[in-house]
């Protein structure tokens, strides 16, 4: 049969070229199955391109150098028919095609770096991981735009792109908004450090929204206790507007019937003269007098004992002395309410910055936490009006405080009194 060197010189090119091609795809196969870490099928790769590689040299040295040019071995295995050689160049083809169908399928059926690789980039968050010295062991295609969008320049060191996130976690880029968390972990005894960017755009926009319609929820909670009081201080007023025209003609009807019983008997004008001190009762204990007489009178009506530990400070103005009452009477009612109280002093502490009013009772005391609540929140948010503060301290007795800046930069507690939460009314 003819040899392999007796060929034409178109079939050894071809022959050559075919075997070149087989070097080519031996190459390939070896990169992939390591990039796919196939282990067991790394030395097969190996061994299909030595044998190609060989071939296209042999092949090489008889078409370049016929005759005596080309090597001993050449020669030799020249001397081989042709069909050995198309035999082996058919037989490097089919291994060649069954490496390769086998990583493709092992790629498809398994976890593999590229896989992963692939699945990362798909990913519409970034993730960065790099060590210690900045060198970058993987990246996404979102984190590498966020660092050109950032940096103006590739992610190529990935200390550097944490170095200019900083300590923020929330980060605008452009028209969008990004998270980005840390993580720290070890990776085979080294520290690797780690990187993630989440697209929070939306979210962000929403809690914006939320935060102005939280503000504005607010704002109008606030104006409606304003509201709220004003209609509780309207209807008060017109309550007692009404006391007085209630009170202005019975006080008629007791003067027309006092001049009718001049003449009636005992039992008669006895009646009338309690009818009278009843009307000078109620006459006494009108807004119109004084803040100490309404509060000694609300007392005597609950049956509580006033201690008077000193007088109403000069400096308070006429708004001032009305909260206060305000405050002494609200004191009264819980103390008679919810502790049972039969005492309660009241006592004034003046400095140079601020007025400290204690009401302080022998009831019992709260066993729970403490809120302020119905009249207690009344007199709180009118307190904020003037600049004064309600606050309660529950230690030995029970004290409500009510403190009065002297100046609107002064409002901080004189002492005694700690601002606390209960539920008192």
């Given at each position: 049969?003819?040899?392999f060197?007796?060929?034409?010189a178109?079939?050894?090119?071809?022959?050559?070229?075919w075997?070149?091609?087989?070097?080519?795809?031996?190459?390939?196969?070896?990169?992939?199955?390591?990039a796919?870490?196939?282990?067991?099928?790394?030395p097969?790769?190996?061994?299909?391109?030595?044998?190609s590689?060989?071939?296209?040299q042999?092949?090489?040295?008889?078409?370049?150098?016929p005759?005596?040019?080309s090597?001993?071995?050449?020669?030799?295995?020249?001397?081989?028919?042709w069909?050995?050689?198309?035999?082996?160049?058919?037989?490097?083809?089919?291994l060649?095609?069954?490496?390769?169908?086998?990583?493709?399928?092992?790629?498809?059926?398994?976890?593999?770096p590229?896989a992963?690789?692939?699945?990362?980039d798909?990913?519409?968050?970034g993730?960065?991981?790099?060590?210690?010295?900045?060198?970058?062991?993987f990246?996404?295609?979102?984190?590498?735009?966020?660092?050109?969008?950032?940096t103006?320049?590739?992610?190529?060191?990935?200390?550097?792109?944490?170095?200019?996130v900083g300590?923020?976690?929330?980060?605008?880029?452009?028209?969008?908004?990004?998270?980005?968390?840390r993580?720290?972990?070890?990776?085979?005894?080294?520290?690797l450090?780690?990187?993630l960017?989440?697209?929070?755009?939306?979210e962000?926009?929403?809690?914006q929204?939320?935060?102005?319609?939280?503000?504005a929820?607010?704002?109008?909670?606030?104006?409606?206790?304003?509201?709220n009081?004003?209609?509780?201080d309207?209807?008060r007023?017109?309550?007692?507007?009404q006391?007085?025209?209630?009170?202005?003609?019975?006080?008629?009807r007791l003067?027309?019937?006092?001049?009718?019983?001049?003449?009636?008997?005992?039992?008669?004008?006895?009646?009338?003269f309690?009818?009278?001190?009843?009307?000078?009762?109620?006459?006494?204990?009108?807004p119109?007098t004084?803040?100490?007489?309404?509060?000694?009178?609300?007392?005597?009506?609950?049956?509580i004992?006033?201690?008077?530990?000193?007088?109403?400070?000069?400096a308070?103005?006429?708004a001032?002395?009305?909260?206060?009452?305000?405050?002494?009477?609200?004191?009264?009612?819980?103390a008679?309410?919810?502790?049972?109280?039969?005492?309660?002093a009241?006592?004034?502490?003046?400095?140079?910055?601020?007025?400290?009013?204690?009401?302080?009772n022998?009831?019992?005391?709260?066993?729970?936490?403490?809120?302020?609540?119905?009249?207690?929140?009344?007199?709180?948010?009118?307190?904020?009006?003037?600049?004064?503060?309600?606050?309660v301290?529950v230690?030995?007795?029970?004290?409500?405080?009510?403190?009065?800046p002297?100046?609107?930069?002064?409002?901080?507690?004189?002492?005694?009194?700690?601002?606390?939460?209960?539920?008192?009314?």
């Amino acid at each position: 049969m003819t040899g392999f060197s007796s060929l034409s010189a178109l079939a050894c090119s071809l022959c050559t070229l075919w075997a070149l091609l087989l070097c080519l795809s031996g190459i390939f196969a070896v990169i992939l199955t390591l990039a796919q870490k196939q282990w067991r099928c790394a030395p097969l790769s190996l061994l299909c391109l030595a044998c190609s590689a060989f071939l296209w040299q042999v092949c090489c040295d008889l078409s370049l150098f016929p005759g005596t040019g080309s090597a001993a071995l050449s020669r030799r295995l020249g001397r081989l028919p042709w069909s050995v050689f198309l035999a082996a160049l058919l037989l490097l083809t089919l291994l060649s095609l069954l490496l390769l169908r086998r990583s493709r399928r092992y790629g498809a059926q398994r976890v593999t770096p590229a896989a992963i690789k692939l699945c990362l980039d798909e990913m519409p968050c970034g993730v960065c991981c790099w060590r210690e010295n900045g060198r970058v062991l993987f990246s996404n295609i979102c984190m590498d735009r966020l660092c050109r969008r950032m940096t103006g320049s590739p992610l190529l060191n990935g200390r550097l792109f944490s170095d200019a996130v900083g300590a923020r976690e929330i980060v605008p880029v452009g028209d969008s908004v990004w998270r980005f968390t840390r993580r720290d972990v070890l990776l085979s005894g080294a520290p690797l450090h780690e990187l993630l960017a989440s697209d929070i755009t939306t979210e962000y926009a929403r809690t914006q929204a939320l935060e102005r319609d939280r503000a504005a929820l607010t704002r109008l909670k606030r104006e409606l206790q304003d509201y709220n009081l004003s209609i509780d201080d309207t209807v008060r007023r017109q309550e007692i507007l009404q006391a007085k025209v209630r009170i202005h003609d019975e006080m008629n009807r007791l003067m027309l019937s006092t001049m009718a019983a001049e003449d009636a008997d005992k039992a008669t004008l006895d009646r009338i003269f309690s009818l009278w001190a009843q009307n000078a009762l109620l006459l006494g204990v009108a807004p119109d007098t004084g803040a100490s007489e309404r509060i000694d009178a609300l007392a005597e009506a609950l049956g509580i004992r006033l201690d008077w530990q000193g007088v109403l400070p000069d400096a308070l103005t006429d708004a001032q002395r009305e909260l206060l009452c305000s405050a002494a009477q609200e004191a009264i009612a819980n103390a008679a309410k919810h502790g049972s109280a039969k005492t309660m002093a009241l006592s004034f502490t003046e400095s140079a910055d601020a007025v400290l009013c204690r009401f302080t009772n022998d009831g019992l005391r709260p066993t729970g936490p403490v809120r302020f609540l119905g009249g207690l929140a009344n007199l709180d948010l009118l307190a904020k009006q003037q600049g004064a503060a309600v606050s309660v301290s529950v230690g030995e007795h029970f004290t409500l405080c009510l403190q009065f800046p002297k100046k609107a930069e002064h409002n901080q507690p004189v002492g005694g009194c700690a601002p606390t939460q209960t539920s008192l009314q």
